[in-house]
């Protein structure tokens, strides 16, 4: 099993919400920066949110502020991203991400991070 592990995504209507979580295994426990990225077939990875696990707050893509929320459940080692007023350009394949050190400018930049859990798949429909 990887060290990230994502559940969560699905398809919904647009304007619906979805919760996406990544389970963090407690070999590589001590991550300072989780969070999820999005990529569609042909275009870069992108960055959504991210959080300082140590005690920050999110750092949203403009895409999706006032939409999306990050939290981090530290008795679960788990992180999540509330999506809610989902839109059709939503539609992505969702990555979780971690790391123990990046370079605070760069914290949506998917090449700061080393730790990648599987894909889960999000569609919004029209």
């Known amino acids: 099993q990887g060290e990230l592990v994502a559940s969560g995504g699905g398809s919904v209507q647009a304007g619906g919400s979805l919760r996406l979580s990544c389970a963090v295994s407690?070999?590589?426990?001590?991550?300072?920066?989780m969070g999820w990225f999005r990529q569609v077939s042909g275009k870069e990875r992108e960055g959504v949110a991210v959080?300082?696990?140590?005690?920050?707050?999110?750092s949203y893509a403009d895409s999706v502020k006032g939409r999306f929320t990050i939290s981090l459940d530290s008795t679960r080692n788990t992180v999540y991203l509330q999506m809610n007023s989902l839109k059709p350009e939503d539609t992505a394949i969702y990555y979780c991400?971690?790391?123990?050190?990046?370079?605070?400018?760069?914290?949506?930049?998917?090449?700061?991070?080393?730790?990648w859990g599987q894909g889960t798949q999000v569609t919004v429909s029209s």
């Open positions: 991400a971690a790391d123990f050190s990046v370079e605070s400018s760069r914290v949506l930049d998917s090449r700061e991070y080393n730790y």
């Open positions: 407690r070999l590589t426990y001590g991550f300072t920066y």
């Open positions: 959080i300082y696990t140590r005690g920050g707050s999110g």
